[in-house]
């Protein structure tokens, strides 16, 4: 059964959509419902945070949006390309997707500029993986680790920096990508407060710049009102909260986090487990 509604359809409707869903459910083989139906528009270069515990369905949500967790039913559509279950569609769409993970998933035995160009291997048939990188290709990279504060990092081992510091690697490496939309999965889960703030900050500055579409999930609600244009609360797999920040009172994001008792156990499968080199290919990586 979905969980009681705390506030939905709060949010007023914009005409230009960068991507939506509909209908969009995920069963896992063991048969946990870890998404329920879902429905949703998400407004070109607007700032979405998706918000809930641990299991709430965050990450399920956020990834179904790139294809990397594939829907049971239900159909995930880009503005300007169709549907996402099109082959074609979907390698299109995650070209031009960014995705920064929780997780970082840097090589660390490469510098800053040497991961943050791997950003660009959506760009380039297999082959042309062997061969140097160009110019241009390094102008770009370093042009994006500026933007991120970490140009004079540029050749130091990303195995070298801070947990907040190989973040923005993860956002930089994104970014090279030239994406219109931009997904991160829990982006500040590891790093403390201050840290989590000032990295919020920098994402949120650059897609309000750049006019990317950001959807980042979050499970610290003063950091979604902080930044959000809208809030999407997830409980049990379920949407029960779509609304602007100031909609979402104490008194719902308190419901919003209040237990809820699921069975078979998710296990967390897709915030969990770490992305196999070919998830991070195909994601733009």
């Excluded at 956020?62 to 979907?90: C, M, Q, T, W």
């Amino acid at each position: 059964m979905k969980p009681e509604s705390l506030g939905s359809n709060l949010y007023p409707p914009l005409s230009a959509t960068a991507i939506q869903t509909q209908a969009l459910e995920v069963i896992y083989p063991n048969g946990y419902k870890a998404l329920h139906s879902t429905t949703l528009k998400i407004a070109q270069g607007s700032f979405v945070v998706l918000l809930g515990t641990s299991g709430a369905g965050k990450s399920t949500l956020l990834r179904s949006l790139n294809g990397l967790v594939e829907p049971s039913s239900g159909h995930v559509s880009v503005e300007g390309l169709g549907d996402l279950k099109d082959p074609a569609i979907l390698k299109r769409h995650r070209r031009q997707t960014g995705m920064v993970f929780q997780q970082h998933h840097l090589i660390g035995r490469l510098n800053v500029l040497d991961n943050v160009l791997l950003g660009r291997l959506g760009y380039h048939a297999g082959w042309r993986m062997f061969t140097p990188w160009t110019r241009a290709e390094k102008e770009q990279a370093l042009a994006v680790i500026e933007r991120v504060g970490l140009l004079d990092r540029a050749l130091t081992r990303a195995d070298q920096l801070s947990g907040g510091q190989q973040q923005r690697v993860g956002m930089a490496r994104a970014l090279i990508q030239q994406p219109k939309i931009l997904l991160a999965d829990e982006p500040v889960a590891s790093l403390d407060p201050n840290t989590s703030v000032r990295l919020l900050q920098s994402m949120h500055d650059i897609c309000k710049s750049d006019g990317l579409t950001a959807v980042v999930s979050l499970h610290q609600v003063d950091l979604a009102r902080q930044f959000a244009d809208r809030i999407i609360g997830l409980k049990g797999g379920a949407m029960v909260f779509d609304g602007a920040p100031e909609l979402l009172t104490p008194e719902r994001a308190e419901a919003l986090y209040q237990h809820v008792s699921t069975s078979p156990s998710p296990t967390d499968a897709t915030s969990r487990v770490k992305p196999s080199f070919q998830e991070l290919s195909l994601s733009g990586v």
